[in-house]
């Protein structure tokens, strides 16, 4: 496979986005699913084109309880650290996955839109 990888910021340069939610994304071996988690994959949404999308952090801990993104009313900015875009090809088609080093909050007043 021919694997092609940009910065997220080459193709979203001034992105903010919206943490939407998260869950553990696990190790494959063979093809088959293990009990291993290798990450977080994060939901979040780029509050300039409403892209939505998920990113992988290979850390095992969340940003911030569920509970908390839960809440009513609940709404957490974030960036990522060095977010990389690697497109491939799946049965004919190209697609894309978002991986990036690591996850921070950011302060809503940061946010300027």
């Not at 088609?93 to 940061?110: F, G, K, P, T, Y």
């Amino acid at each position: 496979m021919n694997f092609s990888k940009i910065k997220l910021n080459a193709i979203l340069p001034e992105s903010k986005f919206v943490l939407k939610s998260f869950f553990p994304f696990y190790k494959y071996e063979n093809g088959y699913k293990t009990d291993v988690i290798m990450g977080i994959k994060y939901q979040v949404v780029d509050i300039l084109s409403f892209e939505t999308f998920f990113v992988k952090v290979p850390v095992t801990t969340a940003l911030i309880p569920l509970e908390d993104l839960q809440k009513p009313n609940s709404r957490y900015f974030v960036d990522f650290e060095n977010p990389v875009v690697t497109f491939y090809v799946d049965n004919g088609r190209v697609a894309a996955s978002i991986s990036a080093e690591s996850i921070q909050l950011i302060d809503d007043e940061e946010v300027v839109l």
